[in-house]
């Protein structure tokens, strides 16, 4: 289907422009830029003078981006996603523009994460573009967990399940592809499923967590086999590697995914990863020889043999990590003009940012079955740059950083600062993409984080400070700055991620000290809260009671951090209990901007003042 980007973009300026009460001649267009890959290379340039002039895009999207852009600077602020997401001016200042820019990094990519409604996602789409994201991974098939989650509301201590469907799914991603084209946006798909679907095995039953289901016949023979036997893996077929080695496995798995990119040309990127678990690598005779990842890249070589041949415009993501954390030695990944490599660190700690250069380059010896979990950074980055050493194609990011230990983080700002410098790291570490897997509600207490990470990208100088004052003039208003700045100054000391993780050395009374000072601050701040909360504006209005929810569930959690470090850990379970509850109490108002579900999750599962713990998956 053919989308009209460009109508698109025209009917967004002149929605807005009716917004603000302002006439304009402004014509839109395709111009000739300085970059590698027009498609997937995001540039715009922007002339107007007395309300008349034209945007220019290297593509359709940047087209669109270079309206947003145009609109940004005549007042408008996309805050955050969802309703009373945008804060309008009281009166539009239409100055004189002349903007040429272009992305640092070439691919921006937010993935589908968290317990989630269709509103979440399309809310999301939606904000993409106008701070300068440039495609959306719809991860999995049909994302079918995601919506369970909400719509079952399997944590919530207060809300009911709902009925749910795969029906409604299917009609949510026919949704979510819609949104995503008529934008413009890059479209990237699949990801996890390819040991089960191809062979019979319904996605939904790994989704579901469903252990030990009906199985096609002659699935098992297909399995790895792990110390002398082939079998499920923890009962999973979504954890179990294959035996890749075997030629049956391989040239299903690569018609599949040929087949798959052959009838959906909307799909610019297409994910093709194995199980999702390590140690579990098939022992048989076949699959020693070499190492785990030349199997993997003699299916990813056949997978992009077929798109050359069937004059596709697919490019195929393959994925580093876990088993494949070491390069093969005895294959080379062909077509790397069509491959992306996809590192993906999700062990790696949020107490240290990535450095801007490689400061370890010897990787641990490769021995089958023997992964052990890197946690630093530096120990992180070897796996990336061995493989580096042998694939020269495009390479990219795929990080957890508003995923779940941000959840631990009440001033979003210790992790803000994380962000900032791993974005601007990327392309000093071989790295021209991104992709954030993060909850899609994101913005409680603010979308700093999210914010910081899309300047960033399109713009590696980017000053963090400056980024900071700006989402909380844009968020709360310009009055507040500095008492915010101060309020979630304390924050970040009494909920520092590193601390309350035990992922670095920790004066322990030094940080009970940090916490105490949060808990005094937040049972005061209600009073500056109050102060400012009589807003015109619906977005900033909206923003104060945000921050006011926020402050009564973190400060119960402040208090149950305390409460475990001075020694009663069941004590600090109850009333972290009570923060849950609180925050489940309010969830119909924060649900555009908070993920309840994963705040009880990540509350219950990674505060590990006496050491860390295992890392816990989905």
């Excluded at 792990?226 to 496995?249: A, F, H, M, W």
């Excluded at 990127?269 to 993997?296: K, M, P, Q, V």
């Excluded at 309350?500 to 000072?517: C, G, H, M, N, W």
Aim: glycine residues 6%; charged residues 30%.
């Amino acid at each position: 289907m053919k989308y009209d980007v460009l109508g698109f973009a025209k009917s967004e300026l002149e929605k807005y422009l009716k917004i603000l009460n302002v006439t304009a001649d402004i014509k839109l267009g395709i111009g000739e830029f300085s970059v590698e890959q027009p498609y997937f290379d995001d540039a715009y340039s922007i002339f107007v003078k007395d309300k008349k002039g034209e945007i220019k895009g290297s593509n359709e999207r940047s087209v669109l981006m270079g309206v947003y852009r145009l609109l940004k600077e005549w007042g408008i602020d996309w805050v955050r996603p969802g309703p009373n997401g945008t804060s309008y001016p009281e009166k539009c200042n239409p100055k004189d523009l002349e903007i040429n820019e272009k992305a640092d990094i070439r691919l921006r990519t937010m993935c589908t994460e968290g317990a989630l409604k269709i509103e979440n996602v399309t809310d999301m789409i939606e904000w993409l573009p106008k701070v300068g994201f440039n495609a959306y991974y719809i991860q999995d098939s049909l994302c079918y967990m995601f919506f369970r989650i909400w719509h079952t509301h399997v944590r919530s201590t207060v809300k009911e399940a709902e009925p749910f469907d795969v029906n409604i799914v299917e009609e949510y991603f026919d949704i979510m592809v819609r949104e995503v084209k008529k934008r413009g946006l890059l479209l990237e798909r699949k990801g996890h499923g390819w040991n089960m679907w191809p062979f019979g095995i319904a996605d939904s039953s790994y989704a579901n967590g469903q252990k030990d289901p009906e199985l096609p016949e002659g699935y098992i023979d297909l399995c790895a086999m792990v110390e002398g036997e082939r079998k499920l893996y923890r009962g999973n077929p979504g954890d179990t590697q294959l035996c890749y080695s075997n030629p049956i496995v391989r040239k299903t798995m690569a018609d599949a995914a040929i087949k798959y990119a052959q009838d959906n040309p909307e799909v610019d990127i297409l994910h093709f990863w194995l199980s999702d678990w390590y140690n579990n690598t098939c022992e048989c005779e076949a699959c020693a020889e070499g190492r785990y990842s030349d199997h993997y890249i003699r299916i990813v070589n056949d997978i992009t043999d077929g798109i050359v041949e069937r004059g596709l415009n697919t490019k195929l993501v393959f994925c580093i990590g876990f088993n494949v954390s070491h390069p093969p030695v005895l294959t080379e990944v062909k077509n790397q003009d069509r491959t992306i490599l996809m590192w993906a660190p999700i062990c790696r700690t949020f107490s240290e940012s990535f450095p801007n250069d490689f400061r370890d380059k010897e990787i641990c010896e490769y021995k089958i079955n023997t992964f052990t979990k890197p946690l630093s950074v530096d120990e992180n980055l070897t796996h990336l740059y061995a493989w580096e050493q042998v694939y020269k194609g495009d390479a990219l990011d795929y990080d957890y950083h508003l995923m779940w230990d941000h959840m631990l983080d009440a001033s979003n700002v210790g992790i803000s600062r994380i962000i900032h410098k791993d974005m601007q790291n990327l392309g000093n570490l071989g790295m021209n993409g991104f992709i954030t897997c993060q909850l899609q509600r994101n913005a409680c207490p603010t979308p700093l984080g999210m914010t910081v990470m899309a300047k960033t990208l399109w713009d590696k100088t980017t000053d963090f400070e400056t980024v900071r004052k700006e989402v909380y003039t844009a968020t709360y208003g310009k009055e507040a700055v500095e008492e915010l700045i101060e309020y979630f100054n304390i924050l970040e000391k009494g909920f520092d991620i590193g601390s309350i993780r035990s992922q670095k050395p920790v004066d322990r009374e030094a940080f009970k000290k940090d916490v105490l000072t949060a808990i005094d601050v937040m049972e005061n701040f209600s009073a500056v809260i109050e102060k400012y909360s009589n807003q015109k504006d619906a977005c900033k209005k909206y923003s104060w009671e945000i921050l006011e929810m926020h402050r009564q569930i973190y400060l119960l959690l402040a208090k149950a951090i305390y409460t475990k470090l001075c020694g009663d850990n069941e004590a600090g379970d109850k009333i972290r209990d009570e923060a849950i509850h609180l925050s489940d109490l309010y969830e119909d108002k924060l649900q555009p901007v908070f993920d309840c579900h994963f705040f009880n999750r990540m509350t219950k599962e990674r505060i590990e003042l006496d050491g860390l713990g295992e890392f816990v998956g989905q």
